[in-house]
């Protein structure tokens, strides 16, 4: 078991439903990332987080919306997604951002109907 | 624009054998390069980070080198296990401070 956990493991919406996928580290890390797996893509970071602030966000629609209250906790809230966002979502964090070892959650697993 | 490929996409081999992931990215100005492994359903797993000033890093069975200059990387495990079944993701970073870029990753199946 990793120090990141992620919960839900699996989440199922429909296109009008609101959602929230929300993430721990239990590492002291101070950055913390979302990032997107698709099938047959490559991983994709969408947002990055550094003691709290958002420092990254990588041309990420409107329709996800990052949270992160403090530096062990990050949220990702969902409003209006297309069958295409679809995808494994996975948390990560790090001591420091990103120029050093990324520890990942599990992913959840988000099927958009 | 910094792009990372994996060859083979897939690959099966029989346990005990010594075998070799390729990695390949067409920007040589990297800051760091990573090798990650999934397995099915779970998240990624670091493996081996190597920075740019490196040439190789060892962990256990594990070895990955890089060759800044032609763009390339490769992982290298010996004596391979059923338990090494996983994707295996290679990943560059271009600079400090900024993204990952990851490849598609090879996914290696050791028969018992």
């Known amino acids: 078991e990793t120090g990141v956990t992620q919960t839900p493991r699996h989440l199922v919406m429909g296109m009008t439903n609101k959602k929230s996928l929300k993430c721990e580290q239990h590492?002291?890390?101070?950055?913390m990332y979302w990032y997107k797996q698709s099938a047959k893509k490559p991983l994709e970071l969408m947002f990055v987080?550094?003691?709290?602030?958002?420092?990254e966000n990588n041309s990420v629609p409107s329709r996800f919306s990052p949270e992160c209250p403090n530096s062990s906790h990050l949220f990702l809230h969902l409003h209006t997604l297309q069958p295409e966002d679809s995808a494994l979502y996975l948390c990560a964090s790090s001591q420091d951002p990103l120029a050093d070892t990324q520890y990942f959650g599990p992913g959840t697993r988000l099927t958009v109907l | 624009k910094q792009e990372v490929t994996q060859i083979p996409a897939a690959l099966s081999v029989p346990e005990g054998e010594n075998l070799v992931l390729n990695c390949s990215f067409t920007?040589?100005?990297?800051?760091?390069l990573q090798w990650f492994r999934q397995d099915p359903g779970k998240g990624l797993t670091s493996l081996l980070l190597i920075q740019s000033s490196q040439r190789e890093q060892t962990s256990g069975r594990l070895n990955a080198s890089l060759d800044k200059s032609s763009g390339r990387s490769t992982l290298y495990i010996a004596a391979s296990q059923p338990g090494d079944s996983a994707t295996y993701l290679c990943a560059v970073q271009n600079q400090a401070g900024t993204a990952l870029i990851f490849g598609k990753g090879t996914t290696l199946s050791v028969s018992s």
């Open positions: 590492l002291g890390h101070n950055a």
């Open positions: 920007d040589s100005a990297i800051y760091n």
């Open positions: 987080y550094n003691f709290k602030e958002q420092t």
